[in-house]
């Protein structure tokens, strides 16, 4: 992909469990033309999770150093159980090479980002992907088998609130098949590129 004009920032969002995660890795799959931007957290890693891959590992202290110092797009708490937050030099680094910035974040950060985006100069593109039912959702969360009830029962009833935001969104798109999502998602950034294959 030659690109010869400043990058844009693709927000991905929408419920936990959707599956943001699994259709970002089919997305990324082959392709070494796109960021993905590495949150930062004071989350507990799940197992498998790789600092520095799947997340910055932060504890409170570290993760307000940082909030304090400017380091971060935008930060939110989220489901009122971690800390979460987009560092910013990394994202400005491969704008400024033209390069599609994927940021993986929930509402609050994807709200936090429309307030910032004009300030820091940043042309966004607002996704938002959707379960093909609450139903499905709630299986999907469920069958993670990564959170406690308690989590699960915390997370869904933000998902309520996440579903209803969907129409603050440029695009919707529905994880109903993870290569077809990943597919319509590439779509919408070779779009915004003007790049046809």
């Not at 796109?34 to 891959?53: D, H, I, M, Q």
């Amino acid at each position: 992909m030659s690109l010869d004009k400043k990058g844009k920032t693709f927000v991905i969002s929408g419920p936990s469990g959707v599956g943001k995660s699994t259709v970002l890795k089919a997305l990324f799959e082959g392709r070494g033309d796109l960021y993905f931007s590495v949150s930062a957290t004071t989350r507990k890693p799940r197992p498998g999770e790789v600092n520095g891959v799947n997340y910055w590992f932060l504890d409170d202290q570290q993760f307000t150093d940082k909030e304090e110092a400017g380091d971060f797009l935008e930060t939110a708490t989220v489901h009122g159980l971690a800390r979460y937050g987009t560092p910013l030099k990394p994202v400005q680094e491969h704008l400024a090479e033209g390069v599609p910035t994927i940021l993986e974040i929930d509402l609050q950060g994807a709200r936090r980002v429309k307030q910032r985006a004009k300030e820091l100069g940043l042309e966004v593109v607002y996704v938002f992907i959707a379960p093909p039912s609450f139903d499905e959702l709630v299986r999907r969360l469920k069958g993670r088998g990564t959170e406690t009830p308690e989590e699960v029962a915390k997370r869904l009833e933000t998902a309520h609130v996440e579903l209803s935001a969907e129409n603050e969104f440029d695009v919707t798109i529905v994880n109903d098949d993870v290569d077809k999502a990943a597919e319509d998602l590439w779509r919408v950034i070779a779009s915004e590129y003007g790049i046809t294959e």
